[in-house]
């Protein structure tokens, strides 16, 4: 009984990221509401002491939450034209539920999980890291005031707020296409920022 219970939980994990993994790509975006338009903030590198500009965002996609499960072949998961993970081929083991939720507090910020049903109970392996870096894109023209896209960073939030200790990760932007990639060892909090 136990081991039947236990295989109806992890098909019923995999349905539910299936289903949420299903969006439509040609919703229109959601204009940021002006009474709550943030300002730019200002946030320091925990380890360079460098500081970096938070950009308003002009407006945020339809939808907030998109999952989809990938294997060891790898794959990828878009949300919108607003963010999207390319994960490498064997960056995990076995089958793992990839999300991205979109924060929507004024800035560019994505919320990255993975889980994996393991004995019968949900397990976050994003935390721990993957074998290869996952490469998170974000479309900067989603936000306000980039003058120079050479400038721009993704920034994860160690304390997981965007008033705490931040990293610069690795990014590389690109200009034509309106993204910024960086190279993820793991999954937390990231935010879009100018140096």
């Given amino acids: ?36 338009q943030m300002a730019p903030l200002v946030v320091s590198d925990a380890s360079s002491g460098g500081t970096y500009t938070l950009h308003p965002a002009n407006s945020y996609p339809a939808e907030s939450v998109v999952s989809a499960v990938i ?34 507090n004024g800035y560019i910020e994505v919320d990255l999980t993975a889980t994996r049903v393991i004995n019968g109970q949900v397990v976050d392996v994003g935390a721990q890291g993957f074998a290869f870096p996952v490469n998170l894109k974000l479309n900067y023209g989603y936000a306000v005031g980039v003058l120079d896209p050479n400038r721009l960073r993704v920034l994860w939030e160690v304390d997981g707020t965007l008033t705490g200790r931040m990293r610069e990760m690795p990014t590389t932007a690109d200009a ?3 993204w910024v990639t960086a190279k993820l060892d793991h999954f937390s909090g990231y935010v879009m920022a100018s140096n």
Wanted: with cysteine.
């Fill in 176 to 178: 034509k296409l309106k």
């Fill in 71 to 104: 294997d060891r072949k790898g794959g990828e998961i878009w949300i919108s034209d607003f963010a999207f993970l390319s994960v490498p081929n064997k960056a995990v083991t076995d089958p793992t539920t990839f999300t991205i939720r979109i924060v929507r």
């Fill in 1 to 36: 009984m136990n081991e039947h219970t236990n295989k109806i939980r992890v098909f019923a994990a995999l349905l539910l990221a299936f289903a949420a993994g299903a969006c439509d790509h040609g919703k229109s975006p959601t204009a940021v509401d002006a009474s709550v």
